[in-house]
């Protein structure tokens, strides 16, 4: 799942932020007189906000690290490397970052370090490419201009492993062939759909499978009229839960085939299924639902599934 997390800064970390696009590190001080590094926009003794903005060293000496032999993706490098908390020259705290060197025996609490600035700065965390060893400041002698920064894109990448359980895997495979597979705990109790592995009336195992149709009652909708990133459809459109004949509990998907304006409770629906050769292990196989020209359900067949 990826999406990029839009955000605003406030006053202080904007500060920041500006500071190292331009190739500076500013912290604040604080009431007590320690210079915070990144700055805190609330003093830590008094809650007051803070406004005294003081400029530190890109030198500093490692107070803590901690090595990274596998790196993983998304990480600073590629190459196993270090994480170190590094006390800037003129600050009275530290700040966490990546230290560059090929091996552990390397690095030290103590050791001299120097930031390594990003070729390209934007006014993110990333213009500090990284600390590398060194007593010398390599601060970059270009200035970015450009307006204070007052908000920050950061991409997110959330992948997600999900190992299928027995029962999960029934339906699943089912899916891949072009079946609806429900479960419940025996012949008295509710199907489920999808199945899972445990009725949540008793908590007895849904060991007996049961395939369902892919025609069913929209017992509940709403009209999305609100675009949003990673959307598939233009609104409007329609998403509904669907109670499949054959099962006990309905199941949320889209309602397309007509106007958005004249889906409503009741309507029977039938399941679109995408093209044989796309199908896979997911209920994605059903692309959408749309009306299948039968009456509208009573109220009562379905009032208990709402």
């Given at each position: 799942?990826?999406?990029?997390?839009?955000?605003?800064v406030?006053p202080?970390?904007?500060?920041?932020?500006?500071?190292?696009?331009?190739?500076?590190?500013?912290?604040?001080?604080?009431?007590?007189?320690?210079?915070?590094?990144?700055?805190?926009?609330?003093?830590?003794?008094?809650?007051?906000?803070?406004?005294?903005?003081?400029?530190?060293?890109?030198?500093?000496?490692?107070?803590?690290?901690?090595?990274?032999?596998?790196?993983?993706?998304?990480?600073?490098?590629?190459?196993?490397?270090?994480?170190?908390?590094?006390?800037?020259?003129?600050?009275?705290?530290?700040?966490?970052?990546?230290?560059?060197?090929?091996?552990?025996?390397e690095?030290?609490?103590?050791?001299?370090?120097?930031?390594?600035?990003?070729?390209?700065?934007?006014?993110?965390?990333?213009?500090?490419?990284?600390?590398?060893p060194?007593?010398?400041?390599?601060?970059?002698?270009?200035?970015?201009?450009?307006?204070?920064?007052?908000?920050?894109?950061?991409?997110?990448?959330?992948?997600?492993?999900?190992?299928?359980?027995?029962?999960?895997?029934?339906?699943?495979?089912?899916?891949a062939?072009?079946?609806?597979?429900?479960?419940?705990?025996?012949?008295?109790?509710?199907?489920?759909?999808?199945?899972?592995?445990?009725?949540?009336?008793?908590?007895?195992?849904?060991?007996?499978?049961v395939?369902?149709?892919?025609?069913?009652?929209?017992?509940?909708?709403?009209?999305?009229?609100?675009?949003?990133?990673?959307?598939?459809?233009?609104?409007?459109?329609?998403?509904?839960?669907?109670?499949?004949?054959?099962?006990?509990?309905?199941?949320?998907?889209?309602?397309?085939?007509?106007?958005?304006?004249?889906?409503?409770?009741?309507?029977?629906?039938?399941?679109?299924?995408?093209?044989?050769?796309?199908?896979?292990?997911?209920?994605?196989?059903?692309d959408?639902?749309?009306?299948?020209?039968?009456?509208?359900?009573?109220?009562?067949?379905?009032?208990?599934?709402l």
């Amino acid at each position: 799942m990826k999406f990029d997390y839009t955000r605003s800064v406030g006053p202080t970390i904007g500060r920041f932020l500006t500071g190292l696009r331009e190739g500076r590190i500013v912290g604040v001080r604080g009431s007590d007189g320690r210079v915070i590094v990144p700055p805190a926009e609330f003093d830590p003794v008094t809650a007051q906000a803070l406004t005294d903005f003081v400029d530190v060293s890109d030198v500093g000496t490692v107070q803590s690290w901690s090595w990274v032999a596998d790196p993983l993706p998304g990480q600073p490098f590629d190459r196993p490397f270090a994480w170190a908390l590094v006390k800037f020259d003129g600050a009275d705290t530290a700040l966490l970052h990546a230290l560059d060197v090929a091996s552990p025996e390397e690095v030290h609490t103590g050791m001299r370090v120097r930031v390594r600035w990003a070729t390209e700065r934007t006014g993110t965390i990333h213009d500090i490419a990284c600390v590398e060893p060194g007593d010398t400041s390599a601060a970059p002698s270009d200035s970015v201009a450009g307006e204070p920064v007052t908000g920050i894109i950061t991409p997110i990448d959330l992948r997600y492993k999900h190992t299928a359980s027995p029962t999960e895997t029934k339906y699943l495979k089912a899916l891949a062939e072009g079946r609806l597979l429900g479960g419940r705990a025996d012949s008295d109790s509710k199907v489920y759909f999808p199945a899972r592995g445990a009725d949540p009336i008793d908590g007895r195992p849904t060991d007996e499978m049961v395939e369902v149709s892919d025609t069913g009652t929209i017992t509940t909708f709403c009209i999305v009229n609100v675009p949003f990133m990673g959307q598939k459809i233009k609104p409007p459109f329609v998403a509904a839960y669907v109670l499949l004949d054959g099962s006990d509990i309905p199941v949320l998907h889209r309602v397309l085939g007509c106007d958005a304006a004249d889906v409503r409770m009741g309507m029977r629906v039938k399941a679109v299924w995408k093209p044989r050769e796309e199908w896979g292990y997911t209920l994605e196989n059903v692309d959408h639902f749309e009306p299948n020209g039968e009456p509208d359900a009573d109220y009562e067949t379905y009032r208990h599934h709402l």
